[in-house]
Structure formats: structure tokens, C-alpha cells
């Protein structure tokens, strides 16, 4: 695979990061680039609303390691004056490099609001905001992206006009989750409709996300859609190890053997503590972090068969010392060189649930057309939505 340039920005290997809430902070992505350096790793998403007014949870949130380059975060809203605030707010005070837009997020409470993978369903509005984002990330030579999903749901089928706008709005590369939002993350992508958005958007790079788990699942992705690079998500939840394989297969070089058991623990650990310190102490009496990582732990152990009573002990750990003697016990009694089940890379990790009723505002579907915007560039003068 040729090396993905994102505006100004050239990646070794063309793998993205994908955003997701509550696990593509700092400590995770640092996590990432110690397997594999050069790529794109995006911060969790930030409400432009929020990011613009400021609150101590938001700073917490867009915090980058001080090595981290390129230092991407993705925003999402629907409204294209504080989008353009928002990010000349992140540009003016050098913040990130790179600024993806959410048009695909299915969570309720964004999509109700017409955020995220409803804005799509309105073309103007959804030019507006690219327009917005664009023109106001210029002047500080910082690439603007967008990832979207295929659609609302079957009656709603927007990604290829999605793409388009995208296109021509000066969007430096899109990538698509190919589901609705409906199907949220049940059932299977629908690779063919990466390689339709590829057939339809030509000037800039195209990349797939949805379904990849292992080295050889991107590789079948690219031969199969023919998009310029891919993006993961859930593939990579307990394997952050996963982009070096990627890089690998990518370049040429072999892919190595699914990791032993010791090795998933010496991460964890490594992970753990890193959280720790990145959320600081609190008044709980149990660590953020520590409380935090306990998500990570089912992911990490999918497909090792070390019990469910050690599964159970490690999901309601409550410091760093209970997690070691935990895993020092289950390492005594598996062994270190446990390695995975046949197919255990394989396995879903995250959200599996769907289909969804999408959650969308009063009356949307019958106002689909209602958003208009005047021909100058002025995005003061956007009004409606």
C-alpha cells in the first residue's frame, strides 16, 4: 500500500484510528503508537458546543502526549457557526493538526438532536458544515476529513452524495462506516459500498471501516473496494497491538502469530497505569483509571480460556495492586504461553447491538429539504436547520 497524505500530512501506512467516546484517549493512543509509529490516531470525539465554551471536562479530553504527531480530534454538531468556531478555536492556539467531523455517530442523544448521522440527510446543512469547517481551518494549513456512516436506514441512503459534497467542499479524505445507522453494530459491513463511494469520489482518498479484525481482514478490504487506506475501530479494542500488523501486512512484511497470554498482561498492566495517571486521583476512593480500565479487561481476554471466576474478580478490581495480583494468578495458572482460541482474534469486541430505531427530531423525515444556504461564503449568514 502507497503512503495515505492527508493534506499536509503523510502517513507511513495508510491506518486510521477511528474515534471512539471513553477509549481513544491519550494513554490509549500512546498505547498504540509504541507498536506501530507514523499513523493517524484520533482523539475521542469533542461537541463543538462544548469545546467552544469550554469545561474542565473537555480540556481533559483534547490533551495530547507531548510526542504525539500528527494530533488529530474529531468534532461533531450540527450547527455550522459553532463548528467553525470550534475549530478555529483548536487552530489559533495550535491545538491538533488534523480535525476529522463526525457524520455518523447513531447515539441517540446525538442524533435526536440532528447530529451525527442524521446531518447527512440534510445536503445543505451538511455543505454548510464542511463549508464552515474548511474555510475556517485554512488559513492555519490544518486538512479537514469527515467519516459517515451508508445512511439513516434503508429509506435514507445518503453516503454517495455525502461523499460528493465532501468532494467538492474541499474535504481532504472521507472515510466510511459501511452501516446505517440503523443497523448501529449488528450484522455485517457491506464492503460494496466503499467501493461504490471509491467509483463515485475520485480527487481525494477513500477509507473503509467496519468489520476489521485481524491484518488479513484489511488487506481483503482494500483488494476487494479498492479505498486508499482503512480505519478501526472496534478491531483494535484489547489488541492496540493490531496496527502493527496492520503495518506490516501493509508493507509487505509478515504479520506476526496471534499474542501469548504473558504478553496481553504485560499491556494491560502497562495500559492501567497509564490511565491512572491520566485521570489523577479522585474523591471516590477508587482511581478513575482504575475504574476505567475495567472495560478494557473482557476486550484484552477475548479468546483466552482462562475462566469466568477471573474474568468476574478483574471486572470489579478496585487499584493497581488488585489487577496485578490478579493477573500474576491467572499467568500462574495458565502459563504464559497461553495463546488464543482457533479464530479468537476474530471475535467481536465492543458494541454488537442492533438494529436501532433511530433516535431523530420532531418531524425530520418531513423536512428533509427545508435548509437552505445563500450562495456567498459567508457563514454568518447560515441560518435555519
Same mark, same amino acid.
Given at each position: 500500500?502507497?503512503?495515505?497524505?492527508?493534506?499536509?500530512?503523510?502517513?507511513?501506512?495508510?491506518?486510521?484510528?477511528?474515534?471512539?467516546?471513553?477509549?481513544?484517549?491519550?494513554?490509549?493512543?500512546?498505547?498504540?503508537?509504541?507498536?506501530?509509529?507514523?499513523?493517524?490516531?484520533?482523539?475521542?470525539?469533542?461537541?463543538?458546543?462544548?469545546?467552544?465554551?469550554?469545561? !474542565?471536562?473537555?480540556?481533559?479530553?483534547?490533551?495530547?502526549?507531548?510526542?504525539?504527531?500528527?494530533?488529530?480530534? @474529531?468534532?461533531?454538531?450540527?450547527?455550522?457557526?459553532?463548528?467553525?468556531?470550534?475549530?478555529?478555536?483548536?487552530? #489559533?492556539?495550535?491545538?491538533?493538526?488534523?480535525?476529522?467531523?463526525?457524520?455518523?455517530?447513531?447515539?441517540?442523544?446525538?442524533?435526536?438532536?440532528?447530529?451525527?448521522? !442524521?446531518?447527512? $440527510?440534510?445536503?445543505?446543512?451538511?455543505?454548510?458544515?464542511?463549508? !464552515?469547517?474548511?474555510?475556517?481551518?485554512?488559513?492555519?494549513?490544518?486538512?479537514?476529513?469527515?467519516? %459517515?456512516?451508508?445512511?439513516?436506514?434503508?429509506?435514507?441512503?445518503?453516503?454517495?452524495?455525502?461523499?460528493?459534497?465532501?468532494?467538492? #467542499?474541499?474535504?481532504?479524505?472521507?472515510?466510511?462506516?459501511?452501516?446505517? $445507522?440503523? @443497523?448501529?453494530?449488528?450484522?455485517?459491513?457491506?464492503?460494496?459500498?466503499?467501493?461504490?463511494?471509491?467509483? !463515485?469520489?475520485?480527487?481525494?482518498?477513500?477509507?473503509?471501516?467496519?468489520?476489521?479484525?485481524?491484518?488479513?481482514?484489511?488487506?481483503?478490504?482494500?483488494?476487494?473496494?479498492?479505498?486508499?487506506?482503512?480505519?478501526?475501530?472496534?478491531?483494535?479494542?484489547?489488541?492496540?497491538?493490531? %496496527? #502493527?500488523?496492520?503495518?506490516? $501486512? %501493509?508493507?509487505?512484511?509478515?504479520?506476526?502469530?496471534?499474542?501469548?497470554?504473558?504478553?496481553?498482561?504485560?499491556?494491560?498492566?502497562?495500559?492501567?497505569?497509564?490511565?491512572?495517571?491520566?485521570?489523577?486521583?479522585?474523591?471516590?476512593?477508587?482511581? *478513575?483509571?482504575?475504574?476505567?480500565?475495567?472495560?478494557?479487561?473482557?476486550?484484552?481476554?477475548?479468546?483466552?480460556?482462562?475462566?469466568?471466576?477471573?474474568?468476574?474478580?478483574?471486572?470489579?478490581?478496585?487499584?493497581?495492586?488488585? %489487577?496485578?495480583?490478579?493477573?500474576?494468578?491467572?499467568? #500462574?495458572?495458565?502459563?504464559?504461553?497461553?495463546?488464543?482460541?482457533?479464530?479468537?482474534?476474530?471475535? *467481536?469486541?465492543?458494541?454488537?447491538?442492533?438494529?436501532?430505531?433511530?433516535?431523530?427530531?420532531?418531524?425530520?423525515?418531513?423536512?428533509?429539504?427545508?435548509?437552505?444556504?445563500?450562495?456567498?461564503?459567508?457563514?454568518?449568514?447560515?441560518?435555519?436547520?
Amino acid at each position: 500500500m502507497k503512503p495515505l497524505k492527508i493534506g499536509n500530512i503523510e502517513l507511513a501506512s495508510p491506518i486510521v484510528l477511528a474515534p471512539m467516546a471513553g477509549v481513544t484517549n491519550a494513554p490509549f493512543r500512546t498505547l498504540c503508537r509504541e507498536f506501530a509509529s507514523g499513523l493517524m490516531y484520533v482523539n475521542e470525539m469533542v461537541m463543538a458546543t462544548a469545546l467552544v465554551h469550554g469545561s !474542565a471536562k473537555t480540556e481533559r479530553m483534547v490533551t495530547f502526549a507531548p510526542d504525539e504527531s500528527p494530533r488529530s480530534l @474529531q468534532l461533531y454538531g450540527s450547527d455550522p457557526i459553532m463548528l467553525a468556531r470550534a475549530v478555529t478555536k483548536l487552530c #489559533e492556539n495550535d491545538i491538533v493538526d488534523h480535525i476529522d467531523m463526525n457524520f455518523g455517530c447513531p447515539v441517540a442523544k446525538v442524533t435526536r438532536k440532528g447530529g451525527g448521522a !442524521a446531518v447527512p $440527510a440534510k445536503p445543505n446543512l451538511l455543505r454548510a458544515i464542511m463549508k !464552515a469547517a474548511v474555510k475556517a481551518a485554512e488559513p492555519y494549513g490544518i486538512p479537514v476529513t469527515a467519516k %459517515f456512516r451508508i445512511g439513516v436506514d434503508e429509506d435514507l441512503i445518503t453516503y454517495l452524495n455525502t461523499g460528493r459534497i465532501a468532494e467538492e #467542499e474541499g474535504i481532504a479524505s472521507i472515510a466510511l462506516h459501511a452501516r446505517t $445507522a440503523e @443497523q448501529h453494530y449488528s450484522g455485517t459491513a457491506r464492503w460494496d459500498t466503499i467501493a461504490a463511494l471509491k467509483e !463515485a469520489v475520485t480527487s481525494i482518498p477513500v477509507l473503509g471501516n467496519g468489520d476489521i479484525w485481524t491484518a488479513a481482514d484489511a488487506i481483503h478490504m482494500v483488494n476487494e473496494t479498492g479505498c486508499d487506506g482503512v480505519v478501526i475501530g472496534r478491531g483494535c479494542l484489547g489488541r492496540p497491538w493490531l %496496527f #502493527e500488523d496492520l503495518a506490516d $501486512a %501493509f508493507n509487505g512484511r509478515e504479520v506476526k502469530a496471534p499474542r501469548t497470554l504473558g504478553f496481553v498482561v504485560d499491556v494491560m498492566k502497562r495500559h492501567l497505569r497509564t490511565l491512572v495517571e491520566h485521570f489523577g486521583d479522585d474523591s471516590s476512593g477508587t482511581s *478513575r483509571g482504575v475504574r476505567d480500565f475495567r472495560k478494557h479487561v473482557s476486550w484484552y481476554l477475548t479468546g483466552y480460556p482462562v475462566g469466568g471466576e477471573v474474568r468476574h474478580r478483574l471486572a470489579t478490581a478496585d487499584s493497581i495492586a488488585a %489487577f496485578d495480583a490478579i493477573l500474576d494468578e491467572m499467568i #500462574e495458572r495458565n502459563g504464559a504461553d497461553m495463546t488464543v482460541v482457533e479464530g479468537g482474534e476474530s471475535l *467481536r469486541r465492543g458494541k454488537t447491538s442492533g438494529p436501532i430505531k433511530v433516535s431523530l427530531p420532531e418531524g425530520f423525515r418531513g423536512c428533509l429539504d427545508d435548509m437552505t444556504v445563500p450562495d456567498d461564503d459567508s457563514v454568518m449568514a447560515v441560518s435555519g436547520g
